[in-house]
Structures are given as structure tokens and as C-alpha cells.
């Protein structure tokens, strides 16, 4: 989104169908980390370098990842590195 306008009608347009009933809503608390901050970090202020990756996905999964980033206002980067970080730490190598 481009400037403050656009993201506030976006906002405003998820609160509708919130309202409506499109979306199921799940009444559970979510802690963030207090230096948590999506996207790529600013030049110069990365804890260590990054890489771009290319990672092939189906039609259905990138539709589905687009609508997560969108809904959550992440970018898609920023949510595939904490899958990533999830899955590993959930499952660690043998």
C-alpha cells in the first residue's frame, strides 16, 4: 500500500467483513517480540547479511500466502522467514 489513506480504507474494509461474518475471528492472545519488525531491515542495520532465495510454490499456496501477508500486513518475505523460523525450531534435525 501506498501512503496512509490507502491502508486505512484496507483497514477499514477488513473491519467490514469482519463484521459480516467473512472472516472467523479467534479470540487468543499473541505475543510479539518488542524488536519485532516486518520486512527487511534497513540497509546497514541488519543483524547479518540476507539473500534472496528463490522458492518455487503452487498457484494455490501463493494465493494463500499473498492473502496471509496482505491480511496481516506483512510482506510475504517477512512471513515465509517466520514459517521458516517456526517449522525449524519445532523440528529439529535428527
Do not use: F, W
Request: aromatic share 6%; no cysteine; hydrophobic share 35%.
Amino acid at each position: 500500500m501506498s501512503n496512509t489513506g490507502d491502508r486505512e480504507a484496507h483497514y477499514a474494509r477488513l473491519a467490514d467483513a469482519v463484521e459480516s461474518g467473512d472472516y472467523e475471528v479467534l479470540d487468543r492472545t499473541v505475543e510479539v517480540r518488542p524488536d519485532y519488525r516486518p520486512g527487511r531491515p534497513p540497509r546497514g542495520e541488519a543483524a547479518e547479511e540476507t539473500r534472496p532465495l528463490a522458492v518455487r510454490l503452487t498457484a494455490a499456496d501463493r494465493h494463500r500466502l499473498a492473502e496471509y501477508a496482505e491480511r496481516t500486513g506483512q510482506p510475504m518475505s517477512a512471513v515465509i522467514r517466520a514459517a521458516i523460523d517456526e517449522y525449524l525450531g519445532k523440528h529439529p534435525a535428527a
